[in-house]
């Protein structure tokens, strides 16, 4: 029975931090969506890029989760060999993964006639933010993972669901906040 309590007290702060989140994103959507439409190759591209940018977090924050209970890493800020690497190999994997989506999401542009507006601007700015997502997202989940495991809970209950929201709202905020400075 105190598992149960234990499990319902941390999943009702997570679903009321992520409904909170996914309230202002609403939001925040509804309220640029003409900066959205007029890009429509952003619109297409937008979810499977959320989703991909929303996986590699994922990752990142069970194998941050594993390696502290392994013992991999220390439950301290600093870097280690094995950080390193998970940085490096998760880089290259979300750089191939997002070309990939690139050019299949433009390839159905083509093919379906949506409307392309400066491609080359448009594939910077989607790099640009998916860059800087990874980045702050691999420092707020490294350090988030340290901070959840001194205090005894499972960084894996907290992060995992709090990135998916927190995401679906940087995503395009940085998007839009990009097509603003540069177009």
Not at 56 to 70: A, C, D, E, M, Q
Not at 122 to 150: A, N, R, V, Y
């Amino acid at each position: 029975m105190e598992y149960f309590k234990k499990i319902f007290k941390e999943s009702l702060i997570v679903v009321i931090l992520s409904s909170i989140i996914g309230l202002i994103n609403g939001s925040f959507l509804s309220e640029n969506d003409d900066i959205l439409y007029s890009f429509p190759i952003i619109l297409l591209l937008l979810p499977s890029l959320n989703s991909l940018i929303g996986n590699i977090s994922t990752i990142l924050t069970s194998r941050l989760t594993s390696h502290l209970y392994i013992g991999i890493i220390p439950p301290k800020i600093q870097k280690t060999n094995r950080l390193i690497q998970d940085f490096y190999g998760l880089l290259i994997t979300l750089l191939l993964s997002m070309f990939a989506l690139i050019i299949i999401g433009y390839s159905i542009g083509i093919i379906s006639g949506i409307k392309i507006v400066n491609p080359f601007l448009i594939i910077s700015l989607i790099i640009m933010t998916i860059l800087c997502l990874f980045g702050i997202m691999f420092l707020f989940l490294f350090i988030s993972s340290i901070f959840l495991f001194k205090l005894g809970k499972d960084p894996n209950n907290y992060l995992i669901p709090i990135t998916t929201s927190l995401l679906d709202f940087l995503t395009p905020l940085f998007l839009i906040v990009f097509i603003q400075i540069f177009i």
